[in-house]
């Protein structure tokens, strides 16, 4: 059974934060910080704390600004988190609304009613709520028939997805899935951490899979998936729902996303190429056949270090986009984001590759095909 692409969505949150602004909000926390712990510092028992600079995050990860939810509480340098209302148990929850948005432009692409659909899956990094599952509530707000089901692979979420959901038409027991990716980055990071204050941002993005026999308008068809893990504690939360029975409701540092980003930087790098080399070989393509790459959006330098490892060349303009600089980091939806924006002057029968890595560690590939 072929399976096909046939819509994608992309929903951007209302706020953008230029890195300018991001900094100047963290430099008036960090002095507030410092002068509020004065004589902690000068008795040297807590540490003062380091301003954050522009310049370094754009040469360090290409990113120049990010969309979220709420700009407002961000750049509060008094709150340093942003602001979201509690919702009632009858209201739609936010990622359920971002979803919406995401899943309507898919569906309107593929031509696709949402009563046709018969499996969602929410493949996001963080879930709002434990249960019930927030695609099955996606599943009611839209309409969709059929089932839904959450999953978590943090930045792999949405390969991942697209493998299982592939493997469902594949196997006969759905005909048309939705992987949809609402990434509320902002409520995870932690916007008072130098190191990684500045790489998330807030984004949903939905994708239609459909039997080809039963689609009307295919842009892709799937030629295969490849998902692959390796433990790692090196992007890591230790939130969790035994929390309150370990005795550990306090405001700690680990309970928000935590990374090792050199040794991330390091270890993923040989991860993702050998994965990529290994699923072209086993199709038996030649890597250089690819026509555009839309890699997972984490840090420009590793996405010019994957392009040319993959291509044996520096990639040509428009060959291997990136949208970090626009989105930062959305952690499961970088990759789908560059693949919605930037699919155009394909013609029939060139390939593509989406490829997404990040926590767990964890690295998925799907190689498409233009209709
Ligand atoms: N401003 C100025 N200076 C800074 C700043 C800052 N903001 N931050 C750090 N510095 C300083 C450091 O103190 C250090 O100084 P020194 O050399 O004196 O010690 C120097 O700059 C260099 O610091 P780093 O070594 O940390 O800098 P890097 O060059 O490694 O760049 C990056 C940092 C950009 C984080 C880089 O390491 C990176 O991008 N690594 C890869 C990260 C990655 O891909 N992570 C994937 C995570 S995403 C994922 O998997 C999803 C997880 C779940 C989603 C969670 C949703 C929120």
């Known amino acids: ?37 004065a004589d902690a510092i000068a008795a040297g028992t807590v540490e003062a704390k380091a301003p954050s600079s522009s310049a370094f995050i754009t040469a360090a990860s290409g990113i120049e600004t990010r969309y979220v939810m709420d700009k407002e509480g961000i750049l ?6 942003p602001r979201y209302a509690p919702r009632a148990d009858d209201v739609p929850s936010m990622m359920a609304e971002m979803a919406l948005d995401a899943a309507t432009k898919a569906l309107d692409m593929a031509g696709v009613e949402a009563a046709d659909i018969d499996l969602i899956i929410c493949a996001a990094s963080n879930m709002e709520r434990a249960y019930p599952a927030i695609g099955v509530e996606i599943q009611q707000v839209l309409g969709a028939g059929g089932f839904a089901f959450d999953m978590n692979v943090a930045c792999s979420s949405a390969t991942f997805g697209i493998q299982a959901a592939s493997d469902m038409i594949r196997a006969g027991s759905v005909r048309r ?21 500045f790489i998330f941002g807030d984004v949903a993005t939905a994708v239609v899979l459909e039997a080809a026999e039963a689609a009307q308008k295919p842009l892709f068809k799937l030629r295969s998936t490849r998902c692959a893990t390796q433990f790692s504690n090196n992007i890591r939360n230790n939130m969790g729902f035994l929390r309150r029975a370990h005795d550990q409701m306090d ?11 050199r040794k991330v930087f390091k270890e993923v790098l040989p991860l993702v190429s050998h994965h990529i080399a290994q699923h072209m070989e086993e199709e038996g393509l030649d890597a250089t056949a690819l026509k555009r790459l839309w890699l997972h959006q984490a840090n420009k330098a590793m996405n010019d270090y994957i392009g040319k490892k993959v291509l044996g060349r520096v990639p040509e303009p428009g060959e291997q986009p990136n949208i970090l600089q626009d989105y930062a980091n959305t952690s499961s939806a970088g990759s789908i984001i560059a693949f919605a924006k930037h699919s155009d002057g394909m013609t029939a029968g060139d390939l593509g590759l989406i490829c997404s890595f990040g926590a767990g560690y964890s690295v998925g590939s799907v190689v498409v095909e233009k209709v």
């Open 251 to 261: 405001d700690r540092r680990d309970m928000q996303f935590m990374q090792n980003g």
């Open 177 to 197: 899935a939705l992987v949809i990716c609402p990434e509320i980055t902002s409520g995870h990071l932690e916007w008072r951490d130098r190191d990684c204050h």
């Open 1 to 37: 059974q072929q399976v096909v692409i046939s819509g994608t969505g992309v929903f951007t949150p209302p706020y953008a934060i230029s890195n300018d602004e991001l900094v100047a909000s963290f430099n008036a926390y960090v002095e507030l910080y410092n002068a509020e712990n």
């Open 76 to 81: 509060d340098p008094t709150r340093m988190c």
